[in-house]
């Protein structure tokens, strides 16, 4: 059952399109994630869900409860919504525990007890109850503005590319027990986040907006390998496109004959290969490898765990380059003459 439902949201700022008919359903304890490049739309669209902002038009529900109906909202306070911003923005004259307070009605009984559950939830140590924010790492101000926003029992989570200040270590820590945290208390969350990979692995649901249009919303897996189109395709990762000839189950392309997914479509197209669907070997001679494959090595980058290694295929104008990723181990050198072999199935773009 959808917990959120968006439907048909447009948002001007004076000449600028930030949002244009954008429609988007949360299932209830689901996590989404929203990317898209700077100035697509993805924090407007967190905001007017917040209830910060108003829309054009448009309608914004909430478990069957209407929060905005074009301009006409509901205030954010009444929403029951959680608001992670980046930065955290905590209180800076408030301590830990008063900052988490902050949520819980002051005359509250149990209070105390809140914030020593929530402290635990988000995994940080009593001794911290008094500490202010500039005494904490930035790690440890994230939990506690989540810890924060968790106090009020929301039913959904916003999260406004709340780990963008960390560094890649720390950042997949605490993403990792947000998560966790999220669906113990069972809430359904959206972030907002400019990094592919973080959100691949943190939302069930991927949102893809540009232009403030939404271009494509699916799972994680889908999106990544049924991109429909090339933008889309290399917002998501690295990937090498073809011009092919479409066929029933196959393609024809520069690498030669290779199975695609069945499609409707015929006729000449565009095809999409990630960089892990490629394997190397040496290239060897005897008839059946006059068949194969064949480019040179053009350039080797290592990358420790996995390397990018870009192979030229073709000659002269017709030359194409193709991405591969292989384990650090045994790399070819450049100019080295490589056979290529595709495993899976091309993605066929849509036009
Ligand atoms: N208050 C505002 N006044 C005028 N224009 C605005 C305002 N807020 C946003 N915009 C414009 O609306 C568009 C969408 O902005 P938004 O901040 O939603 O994008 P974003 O995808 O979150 O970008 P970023 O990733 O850079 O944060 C942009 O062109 C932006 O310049």
Redesign the pocket.
Known sequence: MSLLDVTGLS????P????EGVDLTVPARSRTA?V????????????IIAGF?APDAGRVTLNGQVLADGPLIAPAHLRGIGYVPQDGALFPHLNVAENIGFGIEAGDPERDQRVSELMEMVELDRAMLRRRPHELSGGQQQRVALARALARRPALMLL??PFSALDTGLREAVRKSVMRVLSQAGITAIM?T?DQAEALSFADQVAV?RG?RLMQVGAPGVLYWQPKDRETALFLGDATMLEAQLGEGFVDCALGRIPAETGARRGPGEIMLRPEQISLSPAATGPQETAACHGEVEEVEFGGALCAITVGVGFEEARIRVLVRSPGRDLPLPGARVRLSVHGGAHILER
Do not use: F, M, W
């Open positions: 948002k001007r700022y004076g600028q399109i930030a949002l929203i898209g490049p700077s100035g697509s739309g993805k924090t407007t669209l967190l905001r902002d406004d590319e907002v400019h907006l403030g």
